[in-house]
């Protein structure tokens, strides 16, 4: 996980020469002027280090990937990386739950928001335990 520090941690490096020398050509600091890529900027930034902070953090006390050693062959990297889920339709419930209750929110259609939490929490309930039944339980 050292290569993903270095690079969260050069990003936020140039992000943070980066947000000052925005805000400064943007003449954010006058009154009446448009604070938010200033703000996206910052936050961005903040993201970026607290992501460098916990990849370096785990890098370290971690052992050594294959990719990270100078040392390792192709076969040292061999065998089960993981688990792998197969395709699933509770994202797209999910996904269309989350839409209705934006558009519900947006129009102010209280019925049609209680009626897409509800739908969102089916979803939601059946992406959760779906490797407890059928097919794929384990």
């Known amino acids: 996980m ?4 270095w690079i969260f941690g050069v990003t936020t ?3 943070v020469l980066v947000s000052p020398a925005y805000w ?3 003449d954010a600091g006058e009154s009446g002027a448009d604070w938010t890529g200033t703000s996206a900027l910052v936050m961005t ?3 970026t280090a607290m992501l460098w ?3 370096g953090f785990h ?3 971690m052992d050594a990937r294959p990719e990270d050693r100078e040392d390792a062959e192709v ?3 061999a065998g089960e990386l993981g688990f792998f889920p197969p395709y699933s339709w509770w994202p797209l419930w999910c996904a269309a739950a989350l839409a209705v209750v934006t558009f519900g929110i947006a129009v102010q259609a209280w019925w ?3 009626i897409a939490i509800v739908l969102g929490a089916v979803a939601l309930s059946g992406w959760i335990f779906e490797y407890y039944r059928g097919e794929y339980a384990h």
């Open 2 to 5: 050292k290569i993903e520090s």
């Open 13 to 15: 490096v140039f992000l």
């Open 24 to 26: 400064f050509i943007t």
């Open 45 to 47: 930034t903040l993201l």
């Open 53 to 55: 902070l916990y990849l």
């Open 59 to 61: 890098a370290r006390r």
């Open 75 to 77: 076969a040292d990297g």
């Open 112 to 114: 049609l928001f209680i």
